[in-house]
């Protein structure tokens, strides 16, 4: 499943894309627009954004400037939490068919019966999940902060972790602390093949293993070294290594080999030998999208407000405990 459209797709579109890139540019300037690019957007979308990042650093990035409209490209949660965050701007996101495999699993009212199992326990909440299930939790964190926070909790307090069940086994692991945890998944990250991740190990005997800790633990007891996609791409920079396995959307790969075009990044197939690590949803967003998006100023992220309210709750928690 790769669902990129075309230039034909968007009416009005530029059919160039140098010109559809000066009218984005234009469109950009007249609105006092901010573009964000998650690591595994398309790589011409990542070349025309304002910042490039992991969904909540883009969040904080674009609350910190005086643009009036945030563009999200990335998926849905993503420009939930930047609407959290920044309530007073407008959030467009060029497709709202953008969703999540492992947000759209933990729907609001599934969590909620979960949650009544559990009423003792102190919810932690990876930032990949909706604003309901946000709304819902005590504490948000993401995969580069999880175990710190984890760590900081009371020893003799119950922990539900959602929605990842790999993050969640693999902070169990690194924290040392029991957690129930609710048993979503990432598609892309599920779908890596160990028998091609070994292959590949075989073939680049000196090549550095590193993964994503949404990847299974099969994968993950192979990496040399296991992080978010920020900590991926530093690890990769500041590490004298010259070739790198990357287990994680090939999106990413992109700002590796723009930063390091001397050294070799290689990405793992997945499951059936196909390029399906590709992650569908992030690709829906294209130039043309980002085009007709900044042109209609829609579609705009709104969000209940007593849902906005709750959901800012556990991610201001989640900063204080971060300084």
Known sequence: MNPISSLETVENAPRKKSELIKAIDSLRRESNAVILAHFYQDPDIQDIADFIGDSLDLSRKAANTNAEIIVFCGVHFMAETA???????????????????????????????????????????????????????????????????????????????????????????????????????????????????????????????????????????????????SKLLEYSQINNYNSFIVITEPGIIHQMKLRMPNKLFLDVPGTDGCSCNSCPYMRLNTLEKLWKCLSDKKPEIKLDHEIQIKALLPIERMLKMSK
């Open 83 to 229: 609407k959290i965050i920044s309530p007073e701007k407008t959030v467009l996101l060029p497709d709202l068919e953008a969703g999540c495999s492992l947000a759209d699993d933990c729907n609001t009212e599934d969590f909620a019966k979960f949650k009544e199992k559990y009423p003792d326990h102190f919810v932690v909440s990876y930032i990949n999940c909706t604003a309901g299930v946000k709304a819902q939790s005590d504490l948000i964190c993401t995969s580069s902060n999880a175990v710190d926070l984890i760590k900081q909790l009371p020893k003799d307090q119950p922990i539900l972790f959602a929605p990842d069940q790999n993050l969640g086994r693999w902070v169990q692991n690194k924290s040392g602390r029991n957690l129930t945890i609710w048993p979503g998944s990432c598609q892309v990250h599920e779908n890596f093949s160990e028998e091609a991740l070994l292959k590949l190990k075989i073939q680049y005997p000196e090549a550095k293993v590193i993964a994503h800790p949404e990847c299974q633990e099969s994968l993950l007891d192979e990496a040399d070294f296991i992080g978010s996609t």
